[in-house]
C-alpha cells in the first residue's frame, strides 16, 4: 500500500529521499520502498521519519478508514457456482447488494464468463474481489449461489484482460 501521507509530508519540508534517507541512516532505495509500499519499517524507523519530519505516527502511517484500507488491497477473480440457468439473476443481486451496502472497494465486478474451452467453468458468475469475510458474506447471502467460489487460473478458465 503506497504511502502517499509520508512522501506529501516529506516534500511539505523540502526533503528529497536522499536527504531524509541520510538523517535517518538507512538507504535512499529504503525510503522509496517505504513510501511505494513495498517495504514494512520497523517502528523504530517509522518513529524516526516522524521525528524527522515533525509528524505523528498516525499522521505517517495510519490508514485512514476502512474503505481506503479495503481499497488498496488486491483482488482475486473468483468463479462462483450458481444454479445452472441462474447466472444473470444472480449477477443482479450480487451488483444490488454491493451498491446497497456500499461495498464498490471490496467487491470490484462481476460477470458472467464465455465459454472459452472445455474446462471452463459453466453455471457460474465471476467476481473479482477481495478477499475478506465480508466479501463472502454478501456472495452467500445471494439467492442462487451454491457454493464458496474457487480461485482462477486467469486464461485457463477465464480470458486474462
Not at 16 to 31: N, P
Not at 48 to 77: G, H
Not at 115 to 140: L, Q, T, Y
Request: hydrophobic share 40%; net charge positive; glycine share 6%.
Amino acid at each position: 500500500m503506497k504511502n502517499k501521507q509520508l512522501k506529501m509530508a516529506r516534500m511539505e519540508v523540502d526533503m528529497t529521499q536522499e536527504g531524509l534517507a541520510q538523517v535517518l541512516g538507512v538507504t535512499r532505495q529504503t525510503i522509496g520502498l517505504i513510501e511505494s509500499g513495498t517495504y514494512n519499517p520497523t517502528l523504530n524507523v517509522c518513529v524516526s521519519i516522524c521525528y524527522a519530519l515533525e509528524k505523528t505516527l498516525d499522521d505517517l502511517f495510519w490508514v485512514n478508514s476502512e474503505t481506503e484500507l479495503m481499497s488498496q488491497l488486491p483482488t482475486r477473480w473468483y468463479a462462483i457456482e450458481v444454479n445452472p440457468g441462474h447466472e444473470d439473476a444472480v449477477k443482479r443481486r450480487i451488483e444490488t447488494a454491493v451498491m446497497a451496502r456500499n461495498y464498490q472497494h471490496m467487491i470490484k465486478k462481476v460477470e458472467i464468463p464465455e465459454r472459452i474451452n472445455d474446462e471452463a467453468f459453466s453455471n457460474c458468475v465471476m467476481v473479482k474481489m477481495v478477499m475478506a469475510n465480508r466479501s463472502w458474506g454478501i456472495i452467500r447471502g445471494i439467492e442462487g449461489v451454491k457454493q464458496r467460489g474457487q480461485v482462477l487460473e486467469k486464461g485457463k478458465y477465464y480470458p486474462s484482460s
